[in-house]
């Protein structure tokens, strides 16, 4: 295990942890102060990984709140003899992407895995959705994603061109609401969705510098999902906590480290102790008439090949 990380942060961090698998790696987490980032924060120190901890402290709303709870993940990773820095910067602006990567490279010389989660909800039915809170939303979301993968992909590039090829590793966080739809979250599923198309296009553009980009669709307690799903994401008195942000953390950890080695453009939702590789728009039932079709023509082949084909997902809170 990487120096600095001893007995302490494996007892401390859970069962399972300590195995090194992401020692000499540093990590950036966005949106690290509490959920899903923070305990994707301490699942990778408990790896080995050196962590830079990105939280601007906000509420659900996007207010911003009067402490970053940043240095508070900083601390606990450090009182368990890991290593980490925290960033309070805004990653849906350009200077604030920038410092976040300058941040890595500037503590620890050097920048391995991105994992992109920062993210807050303003939901509404459609008709009673403000532009204000889809143009917010869209911002921390699909932007706060974009900027961070912008700049770190900009370094990593550099390195491979000069002869210095990563092993890099770009984690996305999608949701159940962009690969499925939900009501009352246009916004959010639009930005999720949106997210898994970035992957994508991401995987696809940088594989050739080293660097490889997948998503998860994670379902877990957090303080967005605690409001939406109250009753489901309840913890229980005793037993396994199935939506405990820790379960979603390993196949985070793992996709962000060097093991994940061929794996990229995937999409994994995780749930409980469930792992899913999910399979996205692909080719079904097709009509070819080999010339163009009438209204009435192709209204009749859509129906009869809808007939032929799966039924989708059922959206989330349609009932």
Not at 115 to 120: C, D, I
Not at 158 to 187: F, I
Not at 294 to 316: I, M, S
Request: hydrophobic share 45%.
């Amino acid at each position: 295990m990487e120096k600095g990380m001893g007995a302490d942060m494996a007892a401390g961090m859970g069962a399972g942890a300590g195995s090194g698998l992401c020692a000499g790696r540093v990590v950036v987490v966005t949106g690290a102060g509490r959920g899903l980032g923070r305990a994707h924060a301490l699942a990778f120190a408990a790896e080995g990984a050196r962590l830079v901890v990105n939280d601007l402290g906000v509420g659900l709303d996007g207010a911003l709140a009067p402490d970053s709870p940043a240095a508070q993940v900083v601390e606990e990773i450090r009182a368990l003899g890991g290593e980490a820095v925290a960033h309070g910067g805004d990653i849906a602006t350009t200077d604030g992407a920038a410092s976040l990567v300058a941040t890595a490279l500037d503590t620890f010389g050097r920048l391995d895995t991105l994992v992109n989660n920062a993210g807050f909800l303003r939901d509404r039915m459609l008709v009673n959705l403000d532009e204000d809170d889809w143009d917010a939303v869209m911002r921390v979301h699909l932007k706060g994603h974009f900027l961070p993968l912008k700049h770190a992909a900009a370094h990593w590039r550099a390195e491979a061109k000069a002869g210095r090829t990563p092993s890099a590793r770009v984690v996305n966080t999608s949701s159940g609401a962009g690969l499925l739809g939900s009501v009352g979250q246009g916004n959010y599923s639009a930005a999720k969705a949106g997210i898994v198309g970035l992957t994508l296009v991401a995987a696809a553009e940088m594989g050739r510098y080293g660097v490889q980009v997948n998503a998860v669709a994670p379902a877990a307690r957090t303080r967005m999902t605690e409001a939406t799903f109250a009753g489901a994401m309840a913890a229980p008195e005793d037993g396994f906590d199935a939506m405990a942000p820790e379960n979603v953390s390993p196949v985070v950890v793992w996709l962000g480290s060097s093991t994940s080695d061929g794996v990229t453009g995937r999409v994994f939702e995780a749930e409980a102790g469930r792992i899913t590789v999910m399979e996205g728009w692909r080719p079904g039932p097709t009509a070819d008439k080999a010339a163009r079709w009438t209204p009435t023509e192709a209204g009749e082949a859509a129906r009869e090949l809808l007939g032929r084909a799966e039924a989708p997902g059922a959206v989330y809170g349609s009932g």
